[in-house]
Each structure stands twice: as structure tokens, then as C-alpha cells.
């Protein structure tokens, strides 16, 4: 086994050194489709295994269950350009992407929040909504809340530091760009709205070369 052609897949690499694929799209002259499937390679056997999801392209708008409870029958929607994180108690974490909705006949963007467990095969749906193109929940500045979201998007850029926090920069959304910074700590499962602004498209302030300060900001854009 091995996953079809694809691209803008969620990938994760685990404390094995397994690399994990998830969902991306198939875009083509006749076809026009994400997917939601689940892969796992290993780098030692040089094999592929097929783990979760659907086989087929199609428009899977996933089947959430309940906020904060894992099943073996939750799935997530079919996405591409979405965040990925791998915690430190090995779930694979994932935020948001491209969704083609059905409804509209186009592309459309969203802000939920994921786990996987590797150990029991399970997702859990964690924060966000199940609707496409969701506002943010802001808040204040600074402020850590279990409430506070970022709005839908896609092609953000996002890492994690020592202490385990997700970082979320930016990003692409209803074919406008943002420049807002967030953690998430997935030990308290709060976001926090770190800088940049609440609005799309907003332009960098440089300052001057090389000179920290505090009233700089990078331009709204996405990777």
C-alpha cells in the first residue's frame, strides 16, 4: 500500500522517527478533490501503512462527536495546508486548512482543532468550529482563554517551542492574508492572541534594521 499522488497533506514525524501523512488535495484537469485519509511510514521497514480515513477523493465533511471526547468514529473533514504539531506525549495535534464545500461549489476554509492518538487509534475533536469560514475569538492581547480561536485559514506558518507550545503565524484565508501570532498550550488547552492585528491585510512595520522593537510587525502574508 501506499497514498495516491497529492499535495498540501498535514505531515507529523514521531518519537520512532515515523512519518505521518494526513488528507491533501488531488487537483487536476478533470477532478477536483481532498482527502482525509491517514498514512504511516516507516523509514526502517520502508513501508507504508494505511491507518485511518477514507480511500476516496471526495468531499468528506468529517463526523466530529463531541468537543474534547475521542471516538473510533470520529473523523476529521478532507483538508490541505492545515498546521501540524506532535505534543510531547506523542499525539499528533492539526489546525484548520482547505475544505471544498459542496454547498458553495468552491473552496472554503476552516478553524477546528484536532488530536490523534496513535496508541488507541482515535481522533478528538478540541477546540474550534465544525462550520467553514469561522471568525477568530481574539480576545484580549496577551491573554490566555480556553475560548479564544483563530479564525479559519490555511498555509500558516507554525512550529513549537521547548516548552512544548504550538505557535500559529499568519496565513490565507477567503483570498485575503493575515499577520496575527498565536500559542496554544495543549497542557491547558488555552490560545493566546500573541500580536499582530485582528484584521486581514495589514502591512509590515519594519522599524529599523537590526533594532528590536516592540512596535514592529511582520506584513500579513502566507507560505
Known amino acids: 500500500p501506499h497514498p495516491g499522488s497529492r499535495h498540501g497533506g498535514l505531515t507529523w514525524t514521531?518519537?520512532?522517527?515515523?512519518?505521518?501523512?494526513?488528507?491533501?488535495?488531488?487537483?487536476?484537469?478533470?477532478?477536483?478533490?481532498?482527502?482525509?485519509?491517514?498514512?504511516?511510514?516507516?523509514?526502517?521497514?520502508?513501508?507504508?501503512?494505511?491507518?485511518?480515513?477514507?480511500?476516496?477523493?471526495?468531499?468528506?465533511?468529517?463526523?466530529?462527536?463531541s468537543k474534547g471526547i475521542g471516538s473510533d468514529t470520529n473523523e476529521p473533514r478532507s483538508r490541505w495546508h492545515g498546521a501540524s504539531w506532535t505534543a510531547s506525549d506523542g499525539k499528533l495535534w492539526f489546525f484548520g486548512g482547505i475544505n471544498h464545500n459542496e454547498a458553495i461549489g468552491n473552496i472554503a476554509w476552516i478553524n477546528d482543532l484536532w488530536?490523534?492518538?496513535?496508541?488507541?487509534?482515535?481522533?478528538?475533536?478540541?477546540?474550534?468550529?465544525?462550520?467553514?469560514?469561522?471568525?477568530?475569538?481574539?480576545?484580549?492581547?496577551?491573554?490566555?482563554?480556553?475560548?479564544?480561536i483563530p479564525g479559519a485559514r490555511s498555509s500558516s506558518a507554525y512550529w513549537s517551542d521547548a516548552e512544548g507550545n504550538f505557535w500559529l503565524f499568519g496565513g490565507y484565508e477567503s483570498f485575503e492574508y493575515n499577520n496575527d501570532l498565536w500559542k496554544f498550550n495543549?497542557?491547558?488547552?488555552?490560545?493566546?492572541?500573541?500580536?499582530?492585528?485582528?484584521?486581514?491585510?495589514?502591512?509590515?512595520?519594519?522599524?529599523?534594521?537590526?533594532?528590536?522593537?516592540?512596535?514592529?510587525?511582520?506584513?500579513?502574508?502566507?507560505?
Open 115 to 148: 488530536n490523534y492518538d496513535p496508541e488507541s487509534n482515535t481522533y478528538t475533536w478540541m477546540g474550534g468550529s465544525k462550520s467553514i469560514n469561522s471568525n477568530g475569538v481574539y480576545g484580549e492581547k496577551g491573554q490566555p482563554n480556553i475560548n479564544h
Open 14 to 65: 514521531d518519537d520512532n522517527n515515523d512519518f505521518w501523512l494526513l488528507g491533501g488535495a488531488e487537483i487536476g484537469s478533470s477532478q477536483y478533490g481532498f482527502y482525509n485519509d491517514l498514512w504511516k511510514y516507516s523509514p526502517q521497514k520502508n513501508t507504508w501503512e494505511y491507518v485511518n480515513g477514507n480511500t476516496e477523493l471526495g468531499l468528506n465533511e468529517g463526523i466530529y462527536g
Open 186 to 223: 495543549p497542557s491547558t488547552l488555552e490560545w493566546t492572541w500573541v500580536s499582530g492585528n485582528n484584521f486581514q491585510n495589514s502591512p509590515g512595520i519594519y522599524g529599523e534594521l537590526r533594532v528590536a522593537n516592540s512596535a514592529n510587525s511582520i506584513g500579513a502574508r502566507r507560505y
